[in-house]
Nanobody, 114 residues
Framework: VQLQASGGGLVQAGGSLRLSCAAS????????MGWYRQPPGKQRELVAT???????NYAGSVKGRFTISRDNAKNTVDLQMNSLKPEDTAVYYC?????????WGQGTLVTVSS
């Protein structure tokens, strides 16, 4: 499985960005897709996940500001990020988990200026 992420960039605090991730390859219909991020000098952390059935889960720090969605037919997962804060600055990674395996996309940098 290959994951291709896009949509990062520079935005001012309070602004919005939308990240997209497209999966290709041998994709099992039952899987979990998600977004993780790694702030500068910190460990990678969960942002949000969503199952193929549409159940989502969010980190407390982004709940109410970020929305994860997916299109099972296109094997894509998006992350709509609103009300961005400087502390949201990080490299964001797309991840898919299926049948006990996990796959990561390349990171996309999100920088939020104050």
């Amino acid at each position: 499985v290959q994951l291709q992420a896009s949509g990062g960039g520079l935005v001012q605090a309070g602004g919005s960005l939308r990240l997209s991730c497209a999966a290709s390859g041998s994709i099992f219909s039952i899987n979990v897709m998600g977004w993780y991020r790694q702030p500068p000098g910190k460990q990678r952390e969960l942002v949000a996940t969503i199952t193929s059935g549409g159940n989502s889960n969010y980190a407390g720090s982004v709940k109410g500001r970020f929305t994860i969605s997916r299109d099972n037919a296109k094997n894509t997962v998006d992350l709509q990020m609103n009300s961005l804060k400087p502390e949201d600055t990080a490299v964001y990674y797309c991840r898919q988990r299926q049948r006990g395996d996990e796959y990561w996309g390349q990171g996309t940098l999100v920088t939020v200026s104050s």
